[in-house]
């Protein structure tokens, strides 16, 4: 054997010295993080304040839900069907698709998946009104304590409430959940675009305005701010 046969590197080592192939490496296993075990997204609206702040990145759980299911309280993050926006256009520059296209699968940067990050407030056979006396939304007929939220739409009992006319904007009439969806709000209630946002200011009926999310595009359970570096904290 000749000593250049003998000390030439074997393949697998001139693989893992190749940083294209390095690159390549990490992106999977990035991938691979993303989509199964941790996800990382950016907050793009207030609607969370002041849970979540503009800006924020915030870590997800994609684990959460395996074996269980969301439960009132739980910040999640969805994947939004038409009903939230409309049907969306498509990407017609080919590079720009291909960065979101890669950005949906290793999550970061552009993606061409349409997320939102809100509150569960009811699941399945649920039923989900407000408001009572005080203003309180009420799930299966029990008020909800919401420390969390900032900025509610006015509600005065006797001036603006569900009885007045018009009736105070907080107010909803009764929607049982249908199975496999969820109904959910912001936590900065005047200011966001979520389940009830159509129906607003008319306590008689929910018919055809109000948007769930399906169990299917529930990517799991928000559990960590990482950045700003200032923000850092656990949900």
Do not use: H, K, Q
């Given at each position: 054997m000749s000593?250049?046969?003998?000390t030439r590197p074997s393949l697998l080592r001139r693989l893992a010295r190749n940083p294209f192939v390095?690159?390549?490496?990490?992106?999977?296993?990035l991938a691979l993080v993303q989509n199964f075990l941790v996800r990382l997204y950016y907050v793009p609206s207030g609607s969370m304040e002041q849970t979540l702040e503009v800006g924020d990145r915030i870590l997800v759980n994609r684990l959460a839900y395996l074996g269980s299911e969301p439960t009132t309280g739980d910040v999640i993050v969805f994947?939004?069907?038409?009903?939230?926006?409309?049907e969306t256009a498509p990407e017609t520059n080919p590079l720009k698709a291909a960065v979101r296209w890669l950005g949906g699968v290793v999550g970061i940067g552009p993606s061409d998946r349409h997320t939102l990050v809100k509150r569960v407030i009811a699941g399945p056979g649920q039923t989900v009104s407000c408001?009572?006396?005080?203003?309180?939304?009420l799930v299966d007929g029990e008020p909800l304590d919401e420390p969390?939220?900032?900025?509610?739409?006015?509600?005065?009992?006797?001036?603006?409430?569900?009885?007045?006319?018009?009736?105070?904007?907080?107010?909803?009439?009764?929607?049982?959940?249908?199975?496999?969806?969820?109904?959910?709000?912001?936590?900065h209630r005047s200011a966001s675009s979520d389940s009830i946002a159509l129906c607003r200011g008319a306590p008689a009926t929910t018919d055809g305005c109000v948007r769930l999310v399906e169990r299917a595009g529930v990517v799991g359970k928000v559990f960590q701010v990482v950045f700003p570096f200032g923000s850092f904290r656990s949900l």
């Open positions: 000593s250049t046969t003998a390095n690159l390549v490496a990490a992106f999977i296993v994947d939004a069907t038409e009903a939230w926006d409309g408001c009572d006396a005080e203003g309180r939304i969390y939220v900032f900025e509610n739409l006015p509600f005065e009992t006797g001036t603006l409430d569900c009885d007045s006319i018009p009736a105070s904007l907080r107010c909803f009439g009764e929607y049982t959940v249908p199975e496999g969806e969820y109904f959910v709000l912001g936590d």
